[in-house]
C-alpha cells in the first residue's frame, strides 16, 4: 500500500511516499481503505517536530479520514466489511490503508462524500466541543471568530450560525469575509485594513463579544481581548498567526470575563462519549446539508507538497483534503 512518510523532522517537499505492507488489525480494531484524510494546519508543524504531539519516525501525517471498512479483527462486532465510515488517529491517516479501534469509527451517512466525512472531525469537532463545552454558546449572543475562512474558522462560523448566535466573522481579505458570510456570518471585519477593537465595539453598540473563537493568536489577541463583554468567554483555539501571545491578566478582572483553553484532542480521549455526541449530532447536520463541510481542495496524494502549501501559505478556504 502507499503510504506518505515522515522519517526526520523537516518542511513538506522532504516527505517521501512509499510502499507498506498491508496493516492487520487486532483484537478490537479494524482495517479502513482510506479514500481521504484531511490535513490540518497543525500537520505543518507535526512533521518539523514543532507540535505537542511528537510520534516516533517514521509515522504518516494527517489525523482524520474516511473510507470503507477492509478487514475486521478479533471481537469486533456492530461493524461489517465494506460500510462506510470515518475516525479520528491522531496522526497516521495519510496511508491507503489503517489500522483503527472500532470505538473510534464513526458511520458516514450515504448522502456525504468521503472528502467532506474526513474533515469534520478536527476543525468541527473541535468548533463543536468549544461553543458547547467550553464556552456554553446561548441563542442570541455575539460570536466573534478570528481567522473566519479557515477550516476551524469556517466550522466555528456554521456551528454558532445553527446555535443562534449573531456571528461576526474577522478575516484578513474581503474574499475570505465573503465565504464567512455564505456560510452564515451576519456581520464581518477585515483586521488587515480595520481596527479589531474599534470594529468589535461599533457592531456590538459598546457592549463586548459575548463568544471570541481565536484560532489565529499573535497581535489580534490583545486587541480582542479588550473587546469582551462582561461574563465574556475567549476561546484559546490555535495560533495560526504564528506567535502564542502574552495576556495581560489584568484584562480578565476589569472585564470579568473568562479565558478557556479548547483541546479537542485531550476531550476526545478524556469524554469519549460527549465527544461522541459531537460528532453524531455533525454528521446528521452535514448529511442534511445544514452545515456545508466545506472542502477547498481535494489533491492526489502524490501531489502532497502543493496540499501543504495551500495551509502553510494560509491560501485554504475550508479543508483541504489527500485522496488516494
Not at 481567522?147 to 466550522?155: E, F, R, T
Not at 479589531?196 to 459575548?210: F, I, P, Y
Not at 473563537?213 to 483555539?237: I, N
Amino acid at each position: 500500500m502507499k503510504a506518505l512518510l515522515c522519517d526526520h523532522a523537516g518542511p513538506p517537499g522532504e516527505l517521501t511516499l512509499a510502499q507498506l505492507p498491508d496493516p492487520v488489525p487486532g483484537p478490537g480494531e479494524v482495517v479502513v481503505a482510506v479514500a481521504a484524510a484531511a490535513l490540518n494546519f497543525f500537520d505543518t508543524l507535526i512533521i518539523q517536530g514543532r507540535y505537542q504531539t511528537k510520534p516516533a519516525f517514521p509515522f504518516s501525517p494527517c489525523a482524520e479520514c474516511a473510507g470503507t471498512i477492509a478487514a475486521l479483527g478479533d471481537g469486533v462486532t456492530g461493524w461489517a466489511v465494506g460500510e462506510r465510515v470515518a475516525a479520528w488517529l491522531g496522526y497516521g491517516a495519510a496511508r491507503e490503508k489503517v489500522v483503527v479501534p472500532a470505538e473510534a469509527l464513526v458511520r458516514v451517512p450515504g448522502r456525504l462524500d468521503d472528502a467532506q466525512a474526513a474533515g469534520l472531525f478536527v476543525t468541527y469537532g473541535t468548533a463543536m466541543h468549544a461553543l458547547i463545552q467550553r464556552a456554553k454558546l446561548k441563542a442570541g449572543e455575539t460570536l466573534a471568530i478570528l481567522g473566519a475562512s479557515g477550516g476551524a474558522g469556517l466550522a466555528a462560523v456554521e456551528i454558532g450560525a445553527l446555535l443562534g448566535a449573531h456571528v461576526i466573522a474577522c478575516a484578513s481579505s474581503s474574499e475570505k469575509l465573503a465565504l464567512a458570510r455564505e456560510h452564515g456570518a451576519q456581520e464581518e471585519i477585515d483586521y488587515a485594513q480595520a481596527d479589531l477593537r474599534a470594529r468589535l465595539k461599533s457592531l456590538t453598540e459598546g457592549r463586548g463579544v459575548d463568544v471570541l473563537y481565536d484560532t489565529v493568536g499573535g497581535d489580534l489577541a490583545e486587541p480582542a481581548l479588550r473587546s469582551m463583554a462582561w461574563e465574556g468567554r475567549y476561546l484559546v483555539v490555535g495560533f495560526a498567526g504564528g506567535d502564542i501571545p502574552k495576556i495581560p491578566l489584568n484584562l480578565l478582572l476589569l472585564k470579568g470575563c473568562d479565558l478557556r483553553g479548547v483541546f479537542w484532542g485531550d476531550f476526545v480521549r478524556r469524554e469519549p462519549a460527549a465527544h461522541r455526541r459531537n460528532m453524531e449530532r455533525l454528521l446528521d447536520w452535514a448529511a442534511a446539508g445544514r452545515i456545508r463541510a466545506h472542502v477547498h481542495a481535494r489533491i492526489p496524494v502524490e501531489s502532497w507538497t502543493e496540499a501543504y502549501a495551500l495551509i502553510a501559505e494560509r491560501k485554504a478556504q475550508g479543508k483541504v483534503v489527500l485522496t488516494f
